[in-house]
C-alpha cells in the first residue's frame, strides 16, 4: 500500500488532519490524571501526616500507606494506557515543595502529639490535604500543558 498518492488530494489531506486532532484529543483524555486518583492520594497524605496519633506502633499505618500509594500508581498507569510527558522543572519544584511540605506538618503532628494536644492534629492533617490537592492538581495541569505544546 502506497502512503503517498501521486496526486495531492487537499480535502484529504483536511480529514487525515481532523483524524489527527481527534486522536490527539482522545490522548489528552486518557493523559489527564482522574479525581479519584487525586482525592485518593490526597487521603492517602493527610493519613500519613495523622501517624503520630497512633503512638509508638506506626510502622504498619506507614507501610499500608506506602502499598497503597504504590497500587493507586499501577491503577493509575492501566487506566492511562499512555505516559504523558513530565512536567518539567516547575513540576519537579512542586513535587519538592509538596514533600516538604508534608514532612513539615508531620513533625508539626508530632509536636502536638508530645505536647498532649491531639485534637489539634487535625489542623495539619487538613493543611497536609488541601495541600497535596492543590500540587497535585497544579502538576497535572502542567503535564496537559506540556502535552498540548507536542505538535
Known amino acids: 500500500m502506497e502512503t503517498h498518492s501521486a496526486t495531492p488530494e487537499p480535502q484529504r489531506a483536511s480529514e487525515l488532519l481532523a483524524d489527527l486532532e481527534g486522536d490527539r484529543a482522545a490522548l489528552a483524555q486518557r493523559a489527564a490524571t482522574p479525581t479519584w486518583y487525586l482525592a485518593s492520594v490526597t487521603a492517602l497524605i ?9 503512638g ?3 510502622t504498619p499505618a506507614v507501610t499500608m500507606i506506602g502499598g497503597a500509594l504504590i497500587v493507586l500508581a499501577v491503577f493509575l498507569q492501566r487506566r492511562r494506557l ?6 518539567g522543572v516547575a513540576g519537579a519544584g512542586l513535587l519538592v ?7 513539615l506538618l508531620l513533625s508539626v503532628s508530632f509536636g502536638l502529639v508530645a505536647g498532649g494536644l491531639h485534637a ?8 497536609a490535604g488541601a495541600v497535596a490537592y492543590a500540587v ?3 502538576s497535572d ?11
Open 120 to 127: 489539634w492534629v487535625a489542623l495539619p492533617v487538613l493543611a
Open 136 to 138: 497535585l492538581r497544579r
Open 56 to 58: 509508638e506502633d506506626r
Open 141 to 151: 495541569t502542567l503535564s496537559r500543558q506540556a502535552l498540548d505544546r507536542v505538535r
Open 46 to 54: 493527610a493519613a500519613y501526616v495523622a501517624v503520630p496519633l497512633l
Open 82 to 87: 499512555v505516559r504523558p510527558r513530565g512536567a
Open 97 to 103: 515543595a509538596l514533600l516538604a511540605a508534608v514532612l
